[in-house]
């Protein structure tokens, strides 16, 4: 029930709010693999570990999101029900290939720890 105008201004509401890392639990030591893999596949990017930038308007925020966000988000990109950038896509398949889906779990952890 909503219109392209409502959600347009909910848009505008929310970009403008503080974004505040997710306080949760993850396993430390796939949490530091992760970060080898975050610095391998992802830092080009995803700077700074996937932190917000300042002044960035298209930027993605990884750091410090609910990991089953972060789950479902992939699962989204990969079932091709959201729009994977060529680069993430095939960056992405070099991590599968190299790591199966562990390599995500990993990646999920080193978000997760991320404050």
């Known amino acids: 029930g909503y219109s392209t105008e ?7 509401y929310f970009h403008k709010q503080k974004y505040v890392s997710a306080k949760q639990s993850y ?12 610095e391998k596949y992802c830092e ?3 700077a700074e570990g996937g932190k917000p930038l300042v002044d960035e308007e298209d930027y993605n925020i990884l750091a410090g999101q609910w990991v089953p ?17 060529k ?8 991590m599968l290939t ?3 889906d562990a390599g995500l779990d ?3 952890a080193f978000y997760a720890s991320q404050k």
Do not use: I, N, T, V
């Open 98 to 100: 190299a790591e199966g």
């Open 6 to 12: 409502d959600f347009q201004k909910m848009g505008e």
């Open 106 to 108: 990993a990646l999920f």
């Open 27 to 38: 396993d430390k030591a796939l949490a530091k693999k992760g970060a080898k893999l975050h």
């Open 69 to 85: 966000y972060l789950q479902f988000a992939m699962s989204d990109f990969r079932e091709d029900r959201r729009e994977m950038e």
């Open 87 to 94: 680069k993430m896509r095939k960056k992405l398949e070099e």
């Open 44 to 46: 080009k990017c995803h």
